[in-house]
């Protein structure tokens, strides 16, 4: 695998199996949603947009994973208009990809409605940047998490806390027919909580398990979209609130989080 050089500070670049993407339901159903083998639940704020990349602030969390084929994650996604091609960073705990209970940054992506793998299948390392997929990260803390799209490496550049760590190229979606990148700017942005078991429904925590309601719970801010006409405007749903809800939405930041079933949010 090739290893390309980082690109600058990402300002410049803003003034030009599980792990399944975020499939909502078209109104709050108030329960999990089995699909592809396991129960899926969502805390999410979303907008229909067009722009060249996005970026939030996260708090990190441990939350309580009830089997070890499931996952607790916060990420934000970029994804085309038919939600088929996609692009994700974000911090999960998932003893399955990371071997512990512990979170840790990761990336994944999707091509034409196809799964990949997390921290890999043609994803191009940064080097030198104190930053990569599949670090731990500390739990109670915030980071940025960014992704932003460059027409001259041709790639769709992740960023960690302002470092680099690394790019999806555009040719992993390029046309075989006509050879034409086909995913060089997203129509959907989406930043969520997600929580996914095979065995039972609700059983794990989101965020740091506190409902999204209390104040203490854990939230998505700073929300920011580059290369975009449009101003920041999320619209938050939860899929499964009496046991993960949200709370304090505004337009660019929202809290989300629950203990699961039993957690009376």
Do not use: K
Not at 69 to 90: C, K
Not at 106 to 127: D, E, K
Not at 134 to 149: E, L, R
Not at 237 to 256: C, E, I, K, V, W
């Amino acid at each position: 695998m090739s290893v390309r050089r980082p690109l600058g500070a990402l300002g410049a670049l803003g003034a030009a199996v599980l792990g399944l993407t975020l499939l909502l339901p078209a109104q709050s159903a108030d329960a999990a949603t089995y699909r592809n083998g396991a129960w899926f639940s969502y805390v999410s704020g979303q907008q229909i947009t067009q722009a060249a990349g996005a970026g939030v602030t996260m708090m990190q969390a441990t939350p309580y994973v009830a089997s070890p084929q499931g996952h607790s994650l916060q990420e934000l996604s970029l994804q085309d208009a038919n939600q088929q091609s996609t692009i994700e960073v974000g911090w999960t705990v998932d003893p399955q990809v990371n071997g512990d209970y512990l979170p840790h940054l990761f990336v994944f992506h999707w091509v034409n409605g196809q799964v990949s793998c997390y921290n890999g299948c043609g994803f191009v390392p940064a080097t030198g940047t104190g930053a990569w997929a599949g670090m731990p990260v500390t739990s109670g803390s915030t980071a940025t998490f960014q992704i932003s799209h460059d027409s001259g490496s041709q790639a769709w550049w992740i960023y960690y806390n302002g470092h680099a760590v690394g790019d999806f190229p555009d040719a992993l979606w390029q046309d075989p027919a006509t050879h034409a990148d086909t995913f060089t700017s997203a129509q959907l942005v989406s930043a969520f909580g997600e929580v996914a078991d095979p065995e039972q429904a609700s059983g794990s925590w989101m965020g740091n398990g506190s409902c999204g309601t209390w104040s203490n719970s854990s939230a998505i801010s700073d929300y920011q979209l580059y290369g975009s006409r449009d101003q920041p405007d999320f619209t938050v749903r939860a899929t499964d609130p009496s046991a993960y809800n949200y709370g304090s939405a505004t337009a660019t930041s929202f809290h989300l989080g629950g203990s699961g079933t039993g957690s009376a949010c």
